[in-house]
């Protein structure tokens, strides 16, 4: 019989996993990954080594049991307006479907995001026959909050080409802005009430200090790199992503669900690998945090691995930060 799994340990080993977003549907934990590739091409800073065609549902009944793969839920050959990378997805349920929402290149290999539907939470999901219209760059994560409002947060500098949208349209050969200037943040959509388009132009999220001055471009300890995700507890909105060249996972804090947000620290120090990408998702009373790297590859930057550790909050409603190599 496969065996439970452990704390800071890969959920399963039998495939390279990653960027996992965690739900609670149906009373268990269903955990949607990207599925790496087993390939030995080189890498570089536009990502091409995360080369990934399909996507695995995993779920887990609770944390005493053992994690199991629901198989193909998706493949890029079923995608009608993809052309490659099927990276960071995640999902939601409303309307008594479940959603996969994905980025992948258009055939102009432009990132854009997708969306595909099942009755199941395990798929198999049928994607839409095209992107969601106005939809850019990588790293979807849908939040839909107590009063039935969905929200879809994205974006990711670099191989993400969120720099490529400053100006509301696609420009190939921009830059990011100076390190002195404001950093770019993550992007906010509100979904209409199907899940299949945005009800307005996704709109640039505000991080700044305690003081209240924006977060610069050239702060990587703090700024926005990718890999969003949006929680709430007691409350207040948690937004937390990666630093990506400082290889954090980090958060900042709102009372509104698009913000602006007031960076607060650390949730994750640097796991083994160069991307670091999580979610956080409430369990049966406690919290997780799902996380990857790349211990099962020894370091191989795009063959990582999913894990969990539990995150807890202070009284004043900080988290706690997770070391991952320590119990
Ligand atoms: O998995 C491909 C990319 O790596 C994701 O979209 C990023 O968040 C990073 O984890």
């Known amino acids: 019989m496969d065996k439970p799994i452990q704390p800071k340990q890969p959920l399963v080993t039998h495939i390279y996993t990653a960027d996992p977003s965690a739900h609670v549907f149906e009373g268990k934990i269903y955990i949607y990954p ?14 091409d080594q995360y080369a990934m ?51 992948a290149r258009d055939k102009d290999l432009i ?6 539907t099942s ?37 990711g500098l670099w191989g993400g080409q969120l720099e490529k949208w400053q100006t509301g349209s696609f420009v190939p050969d921009a830059e990011g802005p100076a390190l002195t200037a404001p950093a770019l943040g993550p992007r906010v959509a509100e979904l209409s009430d199907d899940m299949l ?46 630093t990506g060249t400082t290889h954090c996972l980090v958060y900042a804090t709102s009372k509104n669900p698009q913000g602006p947000f007031v960076f607060q620290g650390t949730i994750l120090t640097p796991v083994i690998g160069w991307t670091t990408h999580h979610s956080i998702v409430e369990f049966e009373n406690k919290w997780y945090l799902f996380y990857h790297d790349c211990s099962l590859s020894n370091g191989v930057n795009h063959k990582r691995s999913v894990k969990y ?18 119990d």
């Open 197 to 242: 388009t945005f009800k307005d132009t996704p709109q640039e999220i505000s991080i700044i200090d305690k003081e209240g001055n924006p977060i610069l471009a050239g702060d990587e300890d703090r700024r926005y790199f990718e890999g969003p995700w949006v929680h709430k507890y007691k409350d207040t909105y948690y937004l937390s992503y990666s």
């Open 53 to 103: 065609e399909d996507y695995h549902v995993l779920s887990l009944d609770n944390f005493n049991s053992p994690c199991v793969d629901h198989g193909e839920a998706l493949h890029l050959r079923n995608i009608p307006w993809a052309s490659q990378q099927l990276w960071a997805p995640d999902a939601a349920y409303k309307n008594n479907k479940y959603y996969l929402f994905f980025p």
């Open 309 to 326: 550790a539990e995150l807890f909050y202070n009284e004043d409603g900080t988290i706690q930060t997770i070391d991952p190599y320590k």
């Open 34 to 47: 990207s599925h790496d590739l087993d390939h030995d091409a080189p890498s570089n800073d536009n990502g």
């Open 119 to 155: 009755s199941s939470p395990s798929g198999p999901f049928t994607p839409e026959e095209s992107y969601i219209p106005g939809s850019f760059s990588i790293d979807p994560a849908v939040f839909v909050d107590e009063d039935g409002k969905s929200y879809m947060y994205f974006g």
């Open 111 to 116: 990132f854009r995001i997708g969306v595909a």
